[in-house]
């Protein structure tokens, strides 16, 4: 179940500008590398001298009651201005009516009264409970912050800030590569970008910085690839080829990655013409909105027909791939044929 709540950022914002002490937030969702990474850098808000006096991380239970951890709380913060409670309990967000009420009643009381020095994040899972008290109150109070799939902006952002936490900017084409390259996965990106920041001796990271030290994870290698198909550019796609049969993927597993993607794409670019929103699309293909974005945007190098046309193309690859035929000859020629104006397609020989 998701509410309308504050975003990852806006909290971050908060905390910079001084508004987030007496607040109380619950972060939750399915992004925890996002969600991880919100905690650190809202931690690192606090002055690192008198830290260790002023934050505070704990496992809620029945044995560590909230009664106890809210004592901490209204303690007033030693050599600065707030302090930080975080406290993980999903138990607490996911258990049935009835069980830990004290708990429950002690975080609704602190909401309605809380430590005008003291900024509170309770951290539960994926999902919380229908009808949970605390969770409906904290609604109404704005304290809940939703961890979703990352938009491309969002990525970007996280990505730009991540290299300044080392001192370092990504250029243009460098930020673009290394977002594409984690195909979405957050935890992907944080590496990319501080093993491309290490590598940079300069205060900017450029574009073959980033290549020269980051390989693209399996989806983001297919975005490559599609992109270079989509943009008729066959010595592009070749190499995003090569570079995945070089690092070992089984040529099934990139015949069938590239499948899952046309079709993927075909699903994305039908369901627009339909008038769906990329939000809706994400919802009905159970994708993350990063990924929908991409596939929205590789849609527009191809016609439906074109699509249509591949996929019954590449289901024909498949079954030279398992006949034993020359595998990299057999993904080259397919990379070929994609990357044919539509007039010159003609079907795999035998």
Request: charged share 25%.
């Amino acid at each position: 179940m998701k509410r309308e709540g504050a975003a990852p950022e806006q909290v971050l914002a908060a905390a910079r500008a001084g508004r987030h002490r007496g607040r109380v937030f619950l972060f939750y969702g399915p992004e925890r590398h996002l969600l991880q990474l919100t905690l650190e850098r809202l931690t690192a808000c606090l002055p690192a001298q008198t830290r260790a006096f002023n934050y505070r991380k704990a496992e809620g239970s029945p044995a560590n009651p909230a009664a106890d951890l809210l004592a901490w709380a209204y303690s007033p913060p030693v050599g600065a201005d707030w302090r930080l409670l975080v406290v993980r309990d999903e138990e607490l967000f996911t258990t049935g009516k009835g069980k830990r009420q004290d708990d429950v009643k002690a975080y609704l009381a602190y909401l309605a009264q809380p430590a005008p020095a003291c900024c509170l994040v309770l951290v539960a899972g994926t999902e919380v409970e229908e009808g949970n008290r605390l969770y409906q109150a904290l609604g109404e109070a704005g304290g809940l912050v939703y961890f979703g799939s990352p938009s491309t902006a969002a990525l970007r952002r996280w990505a730009q800030e991540e290299a300044a936490t080392h001192g370092k900017k990504l250029a243009a084409d460098a930020l673009a590569y290394l977002v594409t390259a984690s195909g979405g996965d957050l935890g992907f990106l944080r590496g990319a970008v501080t093993k491309a920041c290490l590598f940079s001796t300069g205060r900017e990271v450029t574009l073959a910085a980033a290549q020269a030290v980051v390989t693209a994870s399996p989806q983001g290698s297919i975005f490559h690839l599609v992109d270079a198909v989509g943009e008729r550019d066959a010595a592009r796609a070749l190499l995003f080829l090569r570079r995945r049969l070089l690092a070992g993927e089984p040529p099934l597993q990139v015949a069938f990655m590239l499948g899952r993607q046309v079709r993927l794409i075909l699903q994305a670019k039908l369901l627009l013409a339909r008038g769906r929103k990329a939000e809706e699309i994400a919802r009905t293909l159970a994708l993350p909105s990063f990924v929908v974005e991409k596939l929205l945007a590789q849609g527009r190098g191809f016609t439906a027909e074109r699509l249509k046309e591949a996929l019954g193309y590449l289901a024909l690859v498949d079954a030279r791939l398992k006949s034993g035929r020359d595998a990299q000859a057999v993904l080259e020629e397919s990379v070929l044929y994609l990357c044919r104006p539509a007039s010159r397609l003609a079907g795999p020989h035998h």
